[in-house]
């Protein structure tokens, strides 16, 4: 079993920026890959970012690629959201998962452990 649990959401002004973070526990060895999805009151939950704790590699949804950056710790029990000029539209609630996939992805059925989420919040 996989743990995981968020934290770093909160209110913040039109443009301005907020670190995510999610730390792992269990049986993290099996983790190969972790990725940030998202959901807006009355929309579908959508894939934000993922990255490959094995190669580094990443993926960003098209509405945030060049503003947010997904990392990980070097223990790799921990991924980062970095979250730049951010905007009203990125108000949702944010949820951490993990996947034992060694490929970076933002197809949700390769996630198998997720978190409860946190609250992002941009005001206008």
């Known amino acids: 079993q996989v743990q995981l649990v968020e934290s770093g959401g909160g209110l913040v002004q039109f443009g301005g920026s907020l670190r995510l973070s999610c730390v792992a526990s269990?049986?993290?060895?099996?983790?190969?890959?972790m990725g940030w999805y998202r959901q807006a009151p009355g929309k579908e939950r959508e894939g934000v970012a993922s990255?490959?704790?094995?190669?580094?590699?990443?993926v960003y949804s098209d509405s945030v690629r060049g503003r947010f950056t997904i990392s990980s710790s070097n223990a790799k029990n921990t991924v980062y959201l970095q979250m730049n000029d951010l905007k009203p539209e990125d108000t949702a609630v944010y949820y951490c998962?993990?996947?034992?996939?060694?490929?970076?992805?933002?197809?949700?059925?390769?996630?198998?452990?997720w978190g409860q989420g946190t609250q992002v919040t941009v005001s206008s």
């Open positions: 998962a993990s996947s034992w996939g060694l490929v970076a992805t933002l197809w949700q059925l390769e996630y198998k452990s």
């Open positions: 269990g049986t993290i060895f099996r983790i190969n890959s």
């Open positions: 990255i490959s704790l094995s190669d580094g590699d990443t």
